[in-house]
């Protein structure tokens, strides 16, 4: 259960009311700059830039478009009927903007999932959130229709710069930033929003010049290269209206809190400001991050249970140590396995688990914190597109995997943490489709089994796999292969400010 942030603290130092969200906004700068008394705009340090912010219709190199193009019909809502059924909540019973209905349309979606639907109608209103949720809940679609609904519904009137972002989505990993960034992109298809990552491992200075050709409304960064970027004056967030924190309790177990720390103060008080926070699971430590970043939020539960079950066949095969392998490669020949992905502990099992299946002629790729961060973009893109069958994955890795139609999940090894394992499953049976999950327990992890059927509410069936599932593969020479350098935090500030805003500098 949520515990201590259900008691406010009566303190009232941070007592400024929140800006409505249905009213004229002139963001929080505004009042940040009324109540210091002082501008924060004009002919300060930020106006020394050579470069002002353009029209969004001028970003390119000034040429127009002399092409003829056939009138289109303007899309109506006549074209996305959505019958009401009890207890549910469709999106059309919302009020979001026709061009937000439009990409959810195009998406599929006819009525909110759970936490869309008991957070939606808060969050569009203005109102901080925690939501306590698994992925593949829905909840990346949540808290990104409030932020488009917000932007749209409340255009910033003022002279914009350069790195200023309106809305910030923080993540713990990169891939998970990449898909937060790539569903933003799909529910903002027919806006002029302007979307941008920050992530480690991938070109500081081409980032930066991403960043300051166009300007921001959406932000999506990990803590470590936000704050590169936000030390190095690159980017700026004090005019950020509304503020998203995914995955907490990972952050907090991955030691990024410390830096989130330092970003939350970069942007307004707290009662300027929107906040939407996510956790998987609330410790007290959570809970005092909840007290301290949000105001008086909305509480939304979605058990793991209503995760785990629903669409996932769960099998458990009781094997030794020496059998995993031989039972991992018999699983990958089945003819009803089009995609599986592989989950270990550690990046050492994970490699040699690759080599092996490379070794025995199987397309697989590895997803794993010592893979470059190119190279990582290219294995999820292989594995999407099918060019490879499997992939090997670590906990941390595979939260940002968010794949439609993997058919089936293998924990070669059962996770510590039990909310791991419906972290895991839940890559599969996603989008209302069925999946498979296959969990190898050995004698050195067994031992896990019980707290993952706690946290799940029912046990597990045990059962040893058949005898031809056990058939030794073919031996091969086995070669290592490179996961390749990371480059978490580096690169450096270089090259001109131009394009999309004012220099701040």
């Given at each position: 259960?949520?515990?201590?942030?259900?008691?406010?603290?009566?303190?009232?130092?941070?007592?400024?009311?929140?800006?409505?969200?249905?009213?004229?906004?002139?963001?929080?700068?505004?009042?940040?700059?009324?109540?210091?008394?002082?501008?924060?705009?004009?002919?300060?340090?930020?106006?020394?830039?050579?470069?002002?912010?353009?029209?969004?219709?001028?970003?390119?190199?000034?040429?127009?478009?002399?092409?003829?193009?056939?009138?289109?019909?303007?899309?109506?809502?006549?074209?996305?009927?959505?019958?009401?059924?009890?207890?549910?909540?469709?999106?059309?019973?919302?009020?979001?903007?026709?061009?937000?209905?439009?990409?959810?349309?195009?998406?599929?979606?006819?009525?909110?999932?759970?936490?869309?639907?008991?957070?939606?109608?808060?969050?569009?209103?203005?109102?901080?959130?925690?939501?306590?949720?698994?992925?593949?809940?829905?909840?990346?679609?949540?808290?990104?229709?409030?932020?488009?609904?917000?932007?749209?519904?409340?255009?910033?009137?003022?002279?914009?710069?350069?790195?200023e972002a309106r809305a910030l989505i923080i993540a713990p990993t990169r891939e998970l930033v990449m898909q937060i960034a790539d569903d933003a992109k799909n529910l903002c298809k027919y806006t002029d929003l302007e979307i941008h990552t920050l992530v480690g491992g991938m070109d500081y200075e081409k980032q930066q010049r991403a960043?300051?050709?166009?300007?921001?409304?959406?932000?999506?960064?990990?803590?470590?290269?936000?704050?590169?970027?936000?030390?190095?004056?690159?980017?700026?967030?004090?005019?950020?209206?509304?503020?998203?924190?995914?995955?907490?309790?990972?952050?907090?177990?991955?030691?990024?809190?410390?830096?989130?720390?330092?970003?939350?103060?970069?942007?307004?008080?707290?009662?300027?400001?929107?906040?939407?926070?996510?956790?998987?699971?609330?410790?007290?430590?959570?809970?005092?991050?909840?007290?301290?970043?949000?105001?008086?939020?909305?509480?939304?539960?979605?058990?793991?249970?209503?995760?785990?079950?629903?669409?996932?066949?769960?099998?458990?095969?009781?094997?030794?140590?020496?059998?995993?392998?031989?039972?991992?490669?018999?699983i990958v020949q089945q003819d009803d396995v089009d995609s599986l992905i592989v989950f270990a502990n550690r990046r050492d099992q994970c490699r040699r688990l690759h080599d092996h299946l490379l070794a025995h002629g199987i397309k697989a790729g590895l997803l794993s914190g010592e893979v470059a961060q190119n190279k990582r973009v290219?294995?999820?893109?292989?594995?999407?597109?099918?060019?490879?069958?499997?992939?090997?994955?670590?906990?941390?890795?595979?939260?940002?995997?968010?794949?439609?139609?993997?058919?089936?999940?293998?924990?070669?090894?059962?996770?510590?943490?039990?909310?791991?394992?419906?972290?895991?499953?839940?890559?599969?049976?996603?989008?209302?489709?069925?999946?498979?999950?296959?969990?190898?327990?050995?004698?050195?992890?067994?031992?896990?089994?019980?707290?993952?059927?706690?946290?799940?509410?029912?046990?597990?069936?045990?059962?040893?796999?058949?005898?031809?599932?056990?058939?030794?593969?073919?031996?091969?020479?086995?070669?290592?292969?490179?996961?390749?350098?990371?480059?978490?935090?580096?690169?450096?500030?270089?090259?001109?400010?131009?394009?999309?805003?004012?220099?701040?500098?």
């Amino acid at each position: 259960m949520i515990g201590k942030f259900f008691r406010r603290s009566s303190d009232k130092s941070e007592n400024a009311s929140k800006p409505q969200a249905k009213g004229p906004k002139a963001g929080p700068g505004a009042e940040k700059r009324s109540a210091e008394g002082k501008s924060t705009s004009g002919k300060d340090g930020r106006s020394r830039g050579r470069q002002r912010n353009r029209r969004r219709d001028q970003r390119t190199d000034g040429r127009k478009d002399t092409r003829t193009k056939a009138p289109q019909k303007p899309w109506t809502l006549d074209e996305f009927q959505v019958p009401e059924q009890e207890g549910k909540v469709r999106f059309h019973d919302l009020d979001l903007p026709l061009p937000v209905m439009h990409a959810i349309a195009d998406l599929g979606f006819q009525y909110a999932s759970p936490i869309q639907g008991q957070s939606l109608p808060h969050t569009l209103n203005g109102h901080d959130l925690v939501g306590k949720a698994q992925t593949g809940t829905g909840k990346t679609a949540a808290f990104l229709i409030t932020v488009i609904d917000d932007l749209l519904k409340h255009p910033f009137d003022g002279e914009r710069y350069a790195g200023e972002a309106r809305a910030l989505i923080i993540a713990p990993t990169r891939e998970l930033v990449m898909q937060i960034a790539d569903d933003a992109k799909n529910l903002c298809k027919y806006t002029d929003l302007e979307i941008h990552t920050l992530v480690g491992g991938m070109d500081y200075e081409k980032q930066q010049r991403a960043l300051n050709e166009r300007l921001v409304d959406i932000l999506v960064a990990t803590p470590g290269r936000l704050l590169d970027f936000v030390n190095k004056r690159d980017c700026y967030l004090d005019q950020t209206e509304i503020l998203v924190i995914d995955e907490a309790d990972r952050m907090l177990d991955m030691g990024f809190i410390p830096d989130v720390r330092r970003i939350v103060r970069q942007t307004p008080r707290k009662t300027h400001r929107q906040t939407m926070f996510f956790s998987a699971t609330f410790t007290p430590e959570v809970d005092d991050l909840v007290e301290q970043w949000t105001t008086e939020p909305t509480i939304v539960e979605i058990e793991p249970e209503r995760v785990a079950t629903d669409t996932v066949t769960q099998h458990v095969y009781l094997v030794s140590s020496d059998e995993k392998y031989p039972l991992l490669y018999n699983i990958v020949q089945q003819d009803d396995v089009d995609s599986l992905i592989v989950f270990a502990n550690r990046r050492d099992q994970c490699r040699r688990l690759h080599d092996h299946l490379l070794a025995h002629g199987i397309k697989a790729g590895l997803l794993s914190g010592e893979v470059a961060q190119n190279k990582r973009v290219r294995t999820l893109e292989d594995f999407k597109t099918g060019k490879s069958k499997v992939l090997v994955a670590t906990d941390v890795a595979g939260r940002g995997i968010h794949i439609d139609g993997i058919s089936h999940v293998v924990n070669y090894t059962l996770p510590e943490e039990p909310e791991d394992y419906v972290h895991r499953i839940g890559r599969t049976g996603r989008a209302g489709k069925k999946g498979t999950s296959i969990s190898f327990a050995c004698e050195d992890d067994a031992m896990r089994l019980e707290p993952i059927e706690t946290l799940l509410g029912s046990k597990l069936k045990c059962e040893v796999p058949p005898e031809e599932l056990l058939v030794a593969p073919p031996k091969v020479e086995v070669k290592r292969s490179s996961g390749g350098d990371r480059n978490d935090r580096g690169g450096h500030r270089g090259g001109r400010r131009g394009g999309g805003g004012r220099s701040r500098r």
